[in-house]
């Protein structure tokens, strides 16, 4: 079945550096993107969206690509911080009317000091 | 910020017994409510969708007398787990939409609850 996933299970970075974390999703009918950050213990936290329509765009040290010619979703963070080790889902929308998202298996990103 | 508040944040029961996990919208109506459900490491699985005032919409294998959702008002949604048994137990998440149509501001997630069947 169609579904979203990760390239990459977990992903460690030194602290300042940039980190990319890779999702690919197979349902072309989907049009909206989310990226969460998910800390233990915690619910999501939404970090920054995309519509089909656009192919890039920037938040607050965050950036989200799309690139819909082969399915795949970035979302990069700049000078990468300790607060930023979480795991990272990528979430999808299909154009139904009906808000529920379809989860990517995650990314542990873990900042090294 | 749109804040969503889940009551408890764990829970411990013994089998057999029911629990209530409360979903709070604190600064918006939410039209729509979620409940997911997360295993250790792994990532969120939608059970149920919950519009104000009707029925919950149930995902394919999830048990509909089992997971009791109910959406009574534009501002808490319950979700109470039946008869819990061991395999019951995990992270309960919710999640709440503030309009009913296809696109609107991203949805808001709760804090999550931890219940642990014993």
């Known amino acids: 079945g169609e579904s979203v996933g990760l390239h990459l299970p977990t992903l460690s970075v030194q602290e300042g550096d940039n980190s990319i974390i890779n999702c690919a999703y197979s349902n072309s009918a989907s049009d909206y993107f989310i990226w969460y950050k998910q800390e233990s213990g915690k619910g999501p936290q939404f970090i920054i969206d995309i519509r089909s329509n656009m192919d890039k765009r920037q938040g607050q040290r965050v950036t989200v690509l799309l690139n819909k010619t082969v399915k795949h979703l970035s979302l990069q963070i700049a000078a990468t911080q300790p607060g930023d080790s979480a795991v990272y889902f990528c979430?999808?929308?299909?154009?139904?009317?009906?808000?529920?998202?379809?989860f990517g298996s995650g990314t542990r990103l873990q900042v090294q000091p | 910020g749109a804040v969503v508040s889940q009551h408890p944040s764990w829970v411990i029961c013994k089998s057999g017994t029911s629990v209530k996990i409360e979903c709070r919208s604190l600064d918006f109506q939410a039209t729509t409510m979620f409940w997911y459900r997360q295993f250790p490491k792994k990532s969120l699985m939608l059970m149920a969708t919950s519009n104000e005032g009707s029925k919950a919409t149930y995902e394919q294998g999830v048990e509909k007398d089992k997971f009791l959702i109910n959406h009574a008002s534009l501002t808490l949604s319950t979700l109470t787990v039946t008869s819990a048994h061991p395999e019951d137990s995990s992270f309960y998440i919710c999640s709440a939409s503030a309009t009913r149509g296809p696109r609107g501001s991203p949805l808001h997630f709760g804090n999550g609850t931890r219940l642990t069947v014993t």
């Open positions: 979430a999808e929308l299909m154009d139904t009317g009906r808000r529920a998202l379809t």
